[in-house]
């Protein structure tokens, strides 16, 4: 639990972090590439969860996440595109990729139903932590409406995603 | 005799025909995580159409009883076969929530 509650206190620490460290809100290039590479970790961790997963449940919400994931980052691509914005990289996306390859080597020695609980809960903080972010400095942060707005949708899906997350998580214990 | 008979067989077509006529096709939108209208009202024999029109795929579910998947941009269809009030939900997102208040017929 205070492993669980650690990392979604980091990850919001992390992301809301940008605007306090730089003393300014992120730009929409900047926040493209953080919900852009929120987005692909997640598209990892399923596809790790996809062939570790022992319960077919957690097997099948792990393809919910990268496909989902992965239409919601298409989106983002087509965006930009349509934008002519170049996603910028940062430190925010930065320190995100190098903590879910942490956690990503930690889920990796697992196996069993101890990975399947482990995934499932990191996959609650995750969106919690994530969704958190979107909410407080991301939204508010963006300027370009279609940006705002694609983030918003995103947002309700990922809210999906961490009552989805609950429930499974709930059915493990 | 043939008189008779052919009687009977209009009376069944007519029959048909009426209740053919009576059952409505009612299209629930799927947009932006929401179900719209959330709440809708049938009756037995109605067909409900959820529309989905997000880039994501959706399902309307009732535990234990329909599982309808909604892929991107498609549509998906059910006969209501019993009345009653169903609450259904999407399985990916359950924060998406509906229901179907489905008089006898």
């Known amino acids: 639990m205070s492993i669980r509650l ?41 596809k790790q969860a996809t062939s570790k997963a022992t319960n077919k449940d957690v097997k099948a919400f792990a393809q919910d996440m990268e496909r989902d994931h992965t239409a919601v980052n298409q989106q983002a691509l087509a965006l930009v595109k349509k934008l002519n914005v170049t996603p910028e990289d940062n430190d925010t996306s930065k320190s995100l990729s190098k903590q879910a390859t942490d956690e990503r080597a930690k889920l990796a020695k697992l196996s069993g139903a101890a990975f399947d609980k482990a995934y ?40 999906g995603h961490l009552e989805h997350a609950e429930h499974l998580a709930a059915t493990l214990k | 005799m043939v008189g008779r008979a052919l009687s009977t067989l ?3 077509v007519l029959a048909v025909g009426c209740s053919a006529a009576r059952a409505e096709t009612i299209r629930v939108t799927i947009k932006g995580l929401g179900f719209s209208p959330a709440q809708t009202q049938a009756k037995v024999g109605d067909t409900i159409e959820w529309i989905n029109e997000d880039f994501v795929a959706h399902t309307a ?5 329909w599982d309808m998947m909604v892929p991107v941009h498609k549509s998906a269809s059910l006969v209501l076969k019993r009345a009653g009030t169903v609450e259904y939900y999407c399985r990916f997102h359950p924060n998406m929530k509906g229901s179907i208040a489905v008089a006898p017929e």
């Open chain 2, 61 to 65: 579910t009732v535990r234990g009883e």
């Open chain 1, 6 to 46: 650690g990392t979604a206190v980091a990850v919001a620490c992390l992301i809301s972090g940008v605007a306090a460290a730089q003393t300014a809100k992120p730009t929409d290039p900047q926040i493209a590439h953080i919900a852009y590479t929120a987005g692909q970790i997640d598209i990892d961790a399923a």
């Open chain 1, 120 to 159: 499932v809960d990191n996959e609650v903080a995750y969106h919690k932590a994530v969704d958190a972010a979107l909410e407080n400095t991301l939204i508010p942060s963006a300027t370009n409406p279609e940006l705002k707005s694609l983030l918003q949708t995103g947002l309700k899906i990922f809210k």
């Open chain 2, 10 to 12: 209009m009376v069944f």
